[in-house]
T-cell receptor
Framework: NAGVTQTPKFQVLKTGQSMTLQCAQDMNHEYMSWYRQDPGMGLRLIHYSVGAGITDQGEVPNGYNVSRSTTEDFPLRLLSAAPSQTSVYFC????????????FGPGTRLTVT | AQSVTQPDIHITVSEGASLELRCNYSYGATPYLFWYVQSPGQGLQLLLKYFSGDTLVQGIKGFEAEFKRSQSSFNLRKPSVHWSDAAEYFCAVGRNQAGTALIFGKGTTLSVSS
């Protein structure tokens, strides 16, 4: 199986444009989450989901929307991109039981000009 | 609220020397703790995890970490560092008892000198 996949790998947006970062997993994991990584800040949780139809906010949710219509997919939407959203975005998933290990995707590098 | 502190932003260690990276957490109950490593331009790789049992945890690549509840610490150690260990290291704690997501520290960059 492919694990956690993210598309696109790179994206450049102009201020005010909208876009969706895609995240999919084929491990039938209930929990999925989105993080952003900025230099010197570590990874910060944006939104997470504990199952289809259930989402909640993390540490830095402003400017981002999510939905979870299927177990496999957890897209992250930027409705009106701002330069402050320039970052590397990671999606992760894990099963609801077991060892609590999060599986991370390869990341999307987003630049907003 | 849960939080993770990694006091050292950057550490330089000579190749072959021992390594200890510090991590302190704030969490009300028994935490789920993790160490991840990230090489430049790469994704995150799990080194080791703790969620119950033996407080000394062994991981991949010769790393180990010790959970000390009294000190709210989960320090990462390696007895002999290799040049390939140069990377950024992140400590993380489960966001809640279910561990649905993680709270990360800001990371420690490890440089290895020859």
């Amino acid at each position: 199986n492919a694990g956690v996949t993210q598309t696109p790998k790179f994206q450049v947006l102009k201020t005010g444009q909208s876009m969706t970062l895609q995240c999919a997993q084929d491990m039938n994991h209930e929990y999925m989450s989105w993080y952003r990584q900025d230099p010197g800040m570590g990874l910060r949780l944006i939104h997470y989901s504990v199952g289809a139809g259930i989402t909640d906010q993390g540490e830095v949710p402003n400017g981002y929307n999510v939905s979870r219509s299927t177990t496999e997919d957890f897209p992250l939407r930027l409705l009106s991109a701002a330069p402050s959203q320039t970052s590397v975005y990671f999606c992760a998933s894990r099963a609801s039981g077991g060892t609590y290990e999060q599986y991370f995707g390869p990341g999307t590098r987003l630049t907003v000009t | 609220a849960q939080s993770v502190t990694q006091p050292d932003i950057h550490i330089t260690v000579s190749e072959g020397a021992s390594l200890e990276l510090r991590c302190n957490y704030s969490y009300g109950a028994t935490p789920y703790l993790f160490w991840y490593v990230q090489s430049p331009g790469q994704g995150l790789q799990l080194l080791l995890k703790y969620f119950s049992g033996d407080t000394l945890v062994q991981g991949i690549k010769g790393f180990e970490a010790e959970f000390k509840r009294s000190q709210s610490s989960f320090n990462l150690r390696k007895p002999s560092v290799h040049w390939s260990d140069a990377a950024e290291y992140f400590c993380a704690v489960g966001r809640n008892q279910a561990g649905t997501a993680l709270i990360f520290g800001k990371g420690t960059t490890l440089s290895v000198s020859s």
